[in-house]
């Protein structure tokens, strides 16, 4: 008795920090700033995108030469382009054309991609082998010329923009629904169900759609910046939007020739728009995917 409480007495005050409270001590912070900060400012754009176009109504065909070319100042913000038109209000209305275009284009493209891994999982054999191989081919071709040749056919429009899209970036959503489900396959529950009688149908819409929505809704939500961009490329090649449509890619297009004589608040902030939505949205879609990982999250914590 004696002997152990010596050891207790001369045994050291401090002890060393685990992995686990260094994270909640010290970088605990960073990803709930990043969520905070990156939800802010979502909210704030897409909150403009939908209230400033409802009080303040923009003519897409308004001219004004004597405000033309005008550079930033308290009148106008962002400047005015070359038709004299406000870049501040286009850029309002640009970005809820392509948040509108991004959102729409990555559902299409998830529940595309989902239908097919889900039916490749499932059936497996020769289906599982076709799809995957289709799935082989479609990214071997570049998106952004795969989406040209798609627009060429059907005509610039927002139809064939948001389909260049879906049918463009369907694939990792195909090959993320096929692993999981390949997974689940052979968990206790699927056993269960097959044992029951329950058909292949049954089995993929009761048992594994609902646990693969979680990484299927992270997917759409990391799709949306590429959808915009992809989005932005086609329009400023002039194979998206109509011309006259304040669209990011549209206002890019008329700044470039507006670049060389210095006005260069036209090319500025619609790029600046831009960068900011799609970092917004996959800093939001990064800490969705944190959480939906923790061994990723302490991997970053440490």
Same mark, same amino acid.
């Given at each position: 008795?004696?002997?152990?409480?010596?050891?207790?007495?001369?045994?050291?005050?401090?002890?060393?920090?685990?992995?686990?409270?260094?994270?909640?001590?010290?970088?605990?912070? @960073?990803?709930? /700033?990043? !969520?905070? %900060?990156?939800?802010? +400012?979502?909210?704030?754009? =897409? *909150? $403009?995108?939908?209230? &400033?176009?409802?009080?303040?109504?923009?003519?897409?065909?308004?001219?004004?030469?004597?405000?033309?070319?005008?550079?930033?100042?308290?009148?106008?913000?962002?400047?005015?382009?070359?038709?004299?038109?406000?870049?501040?209000?286009?850029?309002?209305?640009?970005?809820?054309?392509?948040? @509108?275009?991004? /959102?729409? !284009?990555? %559902?299409?493209?998830? +529940?595309?991609?989902?239908? =097919? *891994? $889900?039916?490749?999982? &499932?059936?497996?054999?020769?289906?599982?082998?076709?799809?995957?191989?289709?799935?082989?081919?479609?990214?071997?071709?570049?998106?952004?010329?795969?989406?040209?040749?798609?627009?060429?056919?059907?005509?610039?429009?927002?139809?064939?923009?948001?389909?260049?899209?879906?049918?463009?970036?369907?694939?990792?959503?195909?090959?993320? %629904?096929?692993?999981? +489900?390949?997974?689940?396959?052979?968990?206790?529950?699927?056993?269960?169900?097959?044992?029951?009688?329950?058909?292949?149908?049954?089995?993929?819409?009761?048992?594994?759609?609902?646990?693969?929505?979680?990484?299927?809704?992270?997917?759409?939500?990391?799709?949306?910046?590429?959808?915009?961009?992809?989005?932005?490329?086609?329009?400023?090649?002039?194979?998206?939007?109509?011309?006259?449509?304040?669209?990011?890619?549209?206002?890019?297009?008329?700044?470039?020739?507006?670049?060389?004589?210095?006005?260069?608040?036209?090319?500025?902030?619609?790029?600046?728009?831009?960068?900011?939505?799609?970092?917004?949205?996959?800093?939001?879609?990064?800490?969705?995917?944190?959480?939906?990982?923790?061994?990723?999250?302490?991997?970053?914590?440490?």
């Amino acid at each position: 008795m004696v002997e152990v409480l010596s050891r207790r007495e001369t045994a050291p005050a401090w002890r060393p920090a685990t992995r686990s409270r260094l994270t909640a001590a010290g970088t605990g912070g @960073a990803p709930r /700033l990043r !969520a905070w %900060v990156s939800g802010g +400012v979502l909210a704030v754009l =897409v *909150g $403009a995108a939908l209230v &400033v176009p409802m009080v303040v109504q923009l003519d897409q065909q308004f001219v004004d030469l004597a405000a033309a070319n005008l550079p930033p100042g308290p009148a106008h913000p962002f400047g005015t382009d070359e038709l004299g038109r406000d870049v501040l209000l286009r850029c309002i209305y640009a970005l809820r054309i392509s948040l @509108a275009v991004g /959102l729409l !284009a990555a %559902v299409v493209s998830s +529940v595309v991609g989902t239908a =097919v *891994g $889900a039916l490749a999982g &499932v059936a497996g054999g020769w289906t599982d082998r076709l799809l995957m191989r289709t799935v082989d081919g479609v990214a071997a071709v570049p998106h952004l010329l795969l989406g040209i040749v798609i627009v060429a056919i059907l005509g610039p429009s927002l139809f064939s923009v948001v389909a260049s899209i879906a049918l463009t970036h369907w694939l990792s959503s195909a090959r993320i %629904v096929r692993s999981e +489900v390949l997974a689940l396959r052979g968990r206790p529950f699927v056993d269960a169900a097959v044992l029951g009688g329950s058909s292949r149908s049954r089995i993929m819409v009761r048992h594994l759609l609902p646990n693969v929505a979680p990484q299927v809704l992270l997917t759409t939500t990391l799709m949306v910046p590429h959808a915009i961009w992809h989005e932005t490329a086609l329009s400023f090649l002039g194979l998206g939007l109509p011309a006259h449509t304040a669209s990011i890619g549209n206002m890019l297009n008329d700044a470039s020739r507006s670049l060389l004589l210095g006005h260069w608040w036209m090319s500025a902030a619609p790029g600046l728009v831009l960068v900011v939505a799609t970092l917004a949205v996959a800093g939001v879609g990064g800490v969705w995917r944190d959480r939906l990982n923790p061994r990723r999250r302490s991997e970053l914590s440490w």
